[in-house]
């Protein structure tokens, strides 16, 4: 760990492709983000991450999700990975903010269709009668729809999570895990330390 990068992007860029080459059967994005919601409860659940540069970390979901308003209310939010194989886990804590309608749109855009029909027809964490319904929500949508492109709804799009502090673990024998945290100063520099296991 003494000769970890200084930079945390750096470190998450190596560790997530090594996971991705050598574990090609695991989700390697797949990550568990927290919220603080309306009701002042935390609540976890996994989303996929569809990029990370320097600026941030970005999944796609529904605005008015009960996440998405977890988040309105709330943009603190904490996202974790857990690489079994590899032994390793990624803690994220950051600000999450909405992306910009065009990225929303390109990446809306790249979607199968199927999953698009699925983003116009549900309305995420509300109640819903029966399955039915919302299969005739998608028939409806598809015929309505036939031989046109789709559009992204307005409630439907990326967050990018902004992130103040990058913890990494590393499982090592004897519980004598390697923890290296990474919090970023005032002057948007990143202070590494070794954490104890
Ligand atoms: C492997 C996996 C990946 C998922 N990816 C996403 C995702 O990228 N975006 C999303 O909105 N929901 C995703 N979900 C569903 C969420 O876990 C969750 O059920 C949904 O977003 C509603 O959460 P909420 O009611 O707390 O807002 C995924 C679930 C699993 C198990
Ligand atoms: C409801 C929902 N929205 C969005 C996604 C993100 O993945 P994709 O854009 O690849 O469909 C998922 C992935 N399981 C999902 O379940």
Same mark, same amino acid.
């Given at each position: 760990?003494?000769? +970890?990068?200084?930079?945390?992007? /750096? =470190?998450?860029?190596?560790?997530?492709?090594? %996971?991705? $080459?050598? !574990?090609?059967?695991?989700? #390697?994005?797949?990550? #568990?983000?927290? +919220?603080?919601?309306?009701?002042?409860?935390?609540?976890? *659940?996994?989303? =996929?991450? &569809?990029? !990370? #540069? %320097?600026?941030?970390?970005? !999944?796609?979901?529904?605005?008015?999700?009960?996440?998405?308003?977890?988040?309105?209310?709330?943009?603190?939010?904490?996202? @974790? !990975?857990?690489?079994?194989?590899?032994?390793?886990?990624?803690?994220?804590?950051?600000?999450?903010?909405?992306? @910009?309608?065009?990225? @929303?749109?390109?990446?809306?855009? #790249?979607?199968?269709?199927?999953? /698009? $029909?699925?983003?116009?027809?549900?309305? /995420?964490?509300?109640?819903?009668?029966? *399955?039915?319904?919302? &299969?005739?929500?998608?028939?409806?949508?598809? &015929?309505?729809?036939?031989?046109?492109?789709?559009? *992204?709804?307005?409630?439907?799009?990326?967050?990018?999570?902004?992130?103040?502090?990058?913890?990494?673990? /590393?499982?090592?024998?004897?519980? =004598?895990?390697? *923890?290296?945290?990474? %919090? $970023?100063?005032?002057?948007?520099?990143?202070? &590494?330390?070794?954490?104890?296991?």
């Amino acid at each position: 760990m003494e000769n +970890t990068p200084d930079n945390p992007f /750096q =470190l998450f860029k190596e560790w997530f492709n090594d %996971v991705d $080459l050598c !574990f090609p059967d695991h989700e #390697t994005n797949a990550m #568990t983000l927290s +919220t603080i919601g309306v009701d002042g409860y935390p609540k976890n *659940r996994i989303v =996929l991450l &569809k990029k !990370f #540069t %320097v600026d941030g970390f970005v !999944f796609y979901t529904n605005y008015e999700s009960t996440k998405g308003k977890a988040i309105a209310k709330n943009p603190k939010v904490s996202v @974790s !990975f857990f690489w079994e194989g590899a032994e390793r886990q990624v803690i994220i804590r950051g600000i999450a903010e909405k992306v @910009s309608d065009a990225e @929303s749109d390109a990446y809306f855009n #790249t979607r199968p269709r199927g999953s /698009q $029909l699925g983003a116009m027809a549900s309305n /995420q964490s509300q109640v819903i009668a029966s *399955r039915e319904s919302l &299969k005739s929500k998608v028939d409806a949508l598809e &015929k309505q729809y036939e031989g046109k492109t789709l559009t *992204r709804p307005v409630y439907w799009g990326g967050y990018i999570i902004k992130p103040n502090v990058i913890e990494f673990w /590393q499982g090592r024998p004897n519980r =004598l895990h390697d *923890r290296v945290d990474y %919090v $970023l100063g005032e002057n948007y520099e990143w202070n &590494k330390s070794q954490l104890a296991p």
